[in-house]
């Protein structure tokens, strides 16, 4: 067993992880031996990817279709893994509104709010009582260098990620205690296909998938949150720390303003 399975193993939930980053992180806990859940509404795409991991890394994979944005999957997914060691949570979902706050559907602010907040909550309070019992576990959350500041054409999304780095902040203090570690990753651009929906540009500091899963996963234990990517971690010094609030907002203005300019869904 890798020193990190021991810490933050034997089994590890994925919320989100049918591609992208959350696929990376699945991928990135194969190979560090820890055992999955892999949790998304697709579920031939987890499938597919537990068969590859299986496969290459002989971990043990189980996979949940659940809507994260949907009534009682909380309950559904302690079924799904009551016989289960869990030691990591990783909360990994997310859907982006892009437009204008007033042209966006109110249905989609709303459920985005579900997935984004309201359902990270639920996670943790449902699966963190077990790890803080067993003294030892980890949890890592998704934030992004959006939720830094204000962030036009995805207001309500920024918003959300300010809330999952925040609340980051908070449990890694309160859990320290336990034996459980917590870490936000606050990414700058991924190229996956969530991201390649709202736009075929490429930005600056743009990292691969794999690369900011395997940062995030070292960064455990080592503080509250991660910004992986030396241009990123200069640019959210930047935003935080150096510009004015409203020049930091007309930046990512600028950073945003083709987004939604990408292939249709
Ligand atoms: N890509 C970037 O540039 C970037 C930058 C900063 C931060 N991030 C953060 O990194 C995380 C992953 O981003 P990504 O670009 O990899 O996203 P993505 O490509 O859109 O993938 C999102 C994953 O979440 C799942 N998901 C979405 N809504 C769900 C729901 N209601 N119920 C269950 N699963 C759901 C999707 O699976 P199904 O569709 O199969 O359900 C998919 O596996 C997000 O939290 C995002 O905010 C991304």
Known sequence: MTDF???YGPWAVVAGASEG????????LARRGVHLVLVARRMPLLLRLADGLRSEHGVEVRC???????????????EATADVDLGLLVYNAAMVPVGRFVDVEGDALER??????LAPVRFLRAFLP???????GGVVLMSSLSGLQGTPRVATYAAAK???????????????????????CSAGAVPTPGYRRSTDRDAPGMLAPDVVA????????????????????????????VLPRRTAIRLMAANTRHLGDGPPP
Do not use: K, Y
């Open 5 to 7: 399975a021991e810490r």
């Open 21 to 28: 980053l959350g696929a990376s992180f699945a991928a990135g």
């Open 214 to 241: 395997n940062r995030t996963l070292e960064a455990l234990g080592r503080g509250p949150g991660v910004v992986p990517g030396a241009l990123n971690r200069f640019m959210a010094q930047v935003l935080r720390r």
């Open 130 to 136: 077990t790890l803080c019992a067993r003294g030892r």
């Open 64 to 78: 949940v279709a659940l809507d994260l944005g949907d009534g009682a999957w909380p309950e559904a997914l302690r």
């Open 162 to 184: 300010a809330f999952n780095a925040i609340l980051a902040e908070g449990l890694w203090h309160e859990l320290r205690g336990d034996g459980v570690d917590v870490v936000a």
């Open 112 to 117: 985005s709010v579900r997935v984004n907040v």
